[in-house]
C-alpha cells in the first residue's frame, strides 16, 4: 500500500474518530450554568403542552430566544426520552453540520481551482473546524450560538459556492440554498441571523471593489420571501397569538436594548472579542495569526478562485467580530460563527506548508509555545479555583504537553502536524470528560442535592432559594421551584421569610442555602429542620414549620 493511501486513511479515522467524539459523554455532566437548565425546560414544557409556539418557563411566556434549538431538543426528548445526553444532542449534532457545510464548501473550492494547489484543503478545513475548541466546546452545551453557527455557515457556504458556479441554473439554485439557511438563522438566533451573512456579503463585495450583477440583485427579489418565508413558520404563529408583548420582549428587550445598553450585564472592553479568539481557535491560533499577516500579499497573488475564497473568508472572520465589539452586551459564544471562516484561513495555510509551496516552520513552533503555555495556565488556575484538581489538570495537559514540546523541538513534526494537534486535542477532551466530573457537578449544579432530598421522601416539597438563585433548579425541580410574579425564581433575603414560607405550606419546604449561610436556617425557632445534604457551594435544607 502506498504511503499516501495510508496517510489518507489514517486521516479519515482521525476524522470520524473526531466526528464520533461530538457523541460521546453529552450526559457526563449535569446541565450547567444558568442558559442549559433553562433552554432544556422550556423545550421540555413545550414538548408537555404539544406547542411548538410559544416557549415557556414555568408556565410563563419566554421570549429570549427564537425556537429553532427548543424544536430540535423537542424531537430529541420525544425520540430518546428526557436527559442531559438529549439536551445536549441538538448542539452536537448542529457541530457537526456545521463541519459538514465546511467540508462541502471546501470540496467544492477545490474542485473550482485551476490546478491541484488546493488538494486536501476540504479534508484539513474540515478537520480544522472539527478539532477547534470553540466548536468543540459549544457543541457539547445546549447553545443557541452553535445552532447559529450551523445556520450561518450553510448559509454562506450556498452563497460563496454560488461565486464559484458558472452555470447559471446551479447558481439560483444554491442562491436558493442561501437564502433558505437565513431564514433557518432567523429561527437560529433572531434578527443577527440576517444581519450577519447580509453584513459579510457586503463587505466582501466592497473589499473586491466589485459590484453585485444583476442577478444578484434580482435573487433578492424572490430570495428574500424564501428566508421570511422559512422563519414566518414561527414567527407569523407568535406574533399571531402574542402580538405587543412578543415584539417588546423578543425585539425591542433582547435585540436592541441588548446591543445598545448596558441592561443585561456583559460589559466589555471593546477589544473583547480579540482576546476571546485565542482560545477559540485552539490549537489553530498561531496559524490563523499567520495567514492574518500574509493575508495582503496573498491576495495580491492569487488566483480568481483563491481570491474570492480568501477574501470571503477574511471578511467572515473580521465582521462578526467588528459588529460584535460595539455591543453593550458581550459573551463569547457571539463570535462563534466566525470559526468556520477562521478553519478556512487556517485549512490553506496547512495544506500549502504541508505540501511544501511555503515554509512556516515557526507557526509550528509557536503553535507549541501557545499550547505550553495553555497548560501552565490551566495547572495554576486549577491550583487557585479548586474546580478541577490540579492532579486531573495535569492529565488533561499532558497530551497538549507533549504536542507542545514535539512541535518545538521536533522538526519532523511538520509533516504529521494536523494529525497531532487534532489527536491532542481529542485526547485532552477525552480525559476531561472522564477525570473529577463529580467536583464539577457539586460545584456548579444543584441535581445531586435534588436528586438526594426526593430520595429521602421531598420528591413534592416546593423549593425556594435563600440568597442566591441556582438555575440548574429550574430544570432539575421543574414544577416545585417557587417563582415570583415577574416570573423569576423566588429568592429569599433573609431566614425570616423561610419561616413564612414554611408556615403557609402547610408541609415540608425545601431550601437551598449557600453553605456559609446554613446556620440561618438552622437556627430558626419553632420549626423542624433536617440537612439533608451538603455539596461544595450549597445545601438543600428540609423545613417544616410546627
Given at each position: 500500500m502506498q504511503?499516501?493511501?495510508?496517510?489518507?486513511?489514517?486521516?479519515?479515522?482521525?476524522?470520524?474518530?473526531?466526528?464520533?467524539?461530538?457523541?460521546?459523554?453529552?450526559?457526563?455532566?449535569?446541565l450547567l450554568g444558568a442558559d442549559e437548565p433553562r433552554y432544556a425546560e422550556v423545550a421540555r414544557e413545550m414538548l408537555e403542552r404539544r406547542d411548538l409556539i410559544t416557549p415557556t418557563l414555568a408556565g410563563h411566556p419566554w421570549f429570549e430566544k427564537p425556537v429553532l434549538l427548543y424544536w430540535m431538543m423537542m424531537a430529541n426528548f420525544h425520540l430518546f426520552g428526557i436527559s442531559e445526553w438529549t439536551a445536549r444532542l441538538s448542539s452536537a449534532i448542529s457541530g457537526l453540520l456545521t463541519v459538514a457545510a465546511v467540508y462541502w464548501l471546501a470540496k467544492r473550492?477545490?474542485?473550482?481551482?485551476?490546478?491541484?494547489?488546493?488538494?486536501?484543503?476540504?479534508?484539513a478545513s474540515a478537520l480544522i473546524t472539527a478539532s477547534s475548541a470553540g466548536i468543540l466546546g459549544f457543541s457539547r452545551g445546549t447553545s443557541f450560538d452553535i445552532a447559529l453557527t450551523m445556520t450561518i455557515t450553510w448559509a454562506l457556504a450556498f452563497f460563496l459556492v454560488s461565486e464559484l458556479e458558472t452555470n447559471d441554473r446551479q447558481r439560483q439554485l444554491l442562491l436558493?440554498?442561501?437564502?433558505?439557511?437565513?431564514?433557518?438563522?432567523?429561527?437560529?438566533?433572531?434578527?443577527?441571523?440576517?444581519?450577519?451573512?447580509?453584513?459579510?456579503?457586503?463587505?466582501?463585495?466592497?473589499?473586491?471593489?466589485?459590484?453585485p450583477g444583476t442577478g444578484r440583485f434580482l435573487s433578492l427579489i424572490w430570495g428574500l420571501p424564501l428566508a421570511f418565508g422559512?422563519?414566518?413558520?414561527?414567527?407569523?404563529?407568535?406574533?399571531?397569538?402574542?402580538?405587543?408583548?412578543?415584539?417588546?420582549?423578543?425585539?425591542?428587550?433582547h435585540h436592541f436594548a441588548r446591543y445598545v445598553t448596558g441592561k443585561y450585564h456583559h460589559p466589555q472592553r471593546l477589544y473583547f472579542y480579540v482576546l476571546v479568539l485565542i482560545p477559540l481557535t485552539l490549537p489553530w491560533t498561531a496559524f490563523l495569526v499567520d495567514g492574518l499577516i500574509r493575508g495582503r500579499s496573498w491576495l495580491r497573488r492569487s488566483n480568481p478562485v483563491e481570491q474570492k475564497v480568501r477574501v470571503f473568508a477574511l471578511v467572515w472572520l473580521i465582521v462578526p467580530i467588528v459588529f460584535f465589539s460595539?455591543?453593550?452586551s458581550k459573551l463569547p459564544g457571539y463570535i462563534l460563527p466566525v470559526l468556520p471562516g477562521a478553519a478556512l484561513i487556517v485549512g490553506e495555510r496547512l495544506i500549502r506548508f504541508a505540501s511544501g509551496q511555503e515554509k512556516g516552520t515557526w507557526v509550528i513552533r509557536a503553535t507549541g509555545v501557545v499550547l505550553l503555555i495553555f497548560v501552565m495556565y490551566g495547572v495554576i488556575y486549577a491550583k487557585r479555583s479548586g474546580i478541577v484538581s490540579v492532579r486531573c489538570m495535569m492529565a488533561i495537559g499532558a497530551?497538549?504537553?507533549?504536542?507542545?514540546?514535539?512541535?518545538?523541538?521536533?522538526?519532523?513534526?511538520?509533516?504529521?502536524?494536523?494529525?497531532?494537534?487534532?489527536?491532542?486535542?481529542?485526547?485532552?477532551?477525552?480525559?476531561?470528560?472522564?477525570?473529577?466530573?463529580?467536583?464539577?457537578?457539586?460545584?456548579?449544579?444543584?441535581?445531586?442535592?435534588?436528586?438526594l432530598a426526593n430520595s429521602?421522601?421531598?420528591?413534592?416539597?416546593?423549593?425556594?432559594?435563600?440568597?442566591?438563585?441556582?438555575?440548574?433548579?429550574?430544570?432539575?425541580?421543574?414544577?416545585?421551584?417557587?417563582y415570583g410574579p415577574d416570573g423569576e425564581p423566588l429568592k429569599f433575603e433573609g431566614a425570616a421569610q423561610v419561616l413564612a414560607a414554611a408556615r403557609a405550606s402547610g408541609g415540608p419546604i425545601?431550601?437551598?442555602?449557600?453553605?456559609?449561610?446554613?446556620?440561618?436556617?438552622?437556627?430558626?425557632?419553632?420549626?423542624?429542620?433536617e440537612v439533608i445534604g451538603v455539596n461544595r457551594r450549597s445545601a438543600i435544607i428540609a423545613v417544616r414549620a410546627w
Open positions: 504511503p499516501s493511501t495510508l496517510a489518507k486513511r489514517g486521516y479519515l479515522l482521525l476524522f470520524l474518530a473526531t466526528l464520533v467524539f461530538y457523541f460521546y459523554g453529552l450526559g457526563r455532566l449535569p473550492v477545490e474542485a473550482a481551482a485551476a490546478d491541484a494547489s488546493l488538494s486536501g484543503f476540504a479534508c436558493a440554498g442561501f437564502y433558505f439557511f437565513v431564514g433557518l438563522s432567523l429561527l437560529a438566533k433572531g434578527l443577527v441571523g440576517i444581519v450577519i451573512p447580509f453584513s459579510i456579503i457586503g463587505v466582501y463585495f466592497m473589499v473586491r471593489r466589485e459590484f422559512v422563519a414566518a413558520i414561527w414567527y407569523g404563529p407568535v406574533l399571531d397569538r402574542h402580538g405587543w408583548p412578543f415584539i417588546d420582549n423578543f425585539f425591542i428587550q460595539f455591543s453593550q497530551p497538549l504537553l507533549l504536542a507542545g514540546l514535539g512541535s518545538i523541538f521536533w522538526a519532523r513534526i511538520s509533516k504529521y502536524f494536523l494529525a497531532v494537534m487534532a489527536s491532542a486535542t481529542l485526547a485532552a477532551l477525552l480525559i476531561a470528560l472522564n477525570c473529577d466530573l463529580t467536583r464539577i457537578s457539586q460545584r456548579e449544579s444543584a441535581r445531586d442535592l435534588i436528586d429521602r421522601g421531598y420528591a413534592s416539597a416546593p423549593l425556594y432559594s435563600l440568597h442566591d438563585i441556582d438555575r440548574t433548579a429550574e430544570f432539575y425541580a421543574a414544577g416545585r421551584l417557587a425545601l431550601v437551598l442555602v449557600p453553605k456559609e449561610a446554613m446556620q440561618q436556617v438552622t437556627d430558626l425557632k419553632n420549626v423542624q429542620t
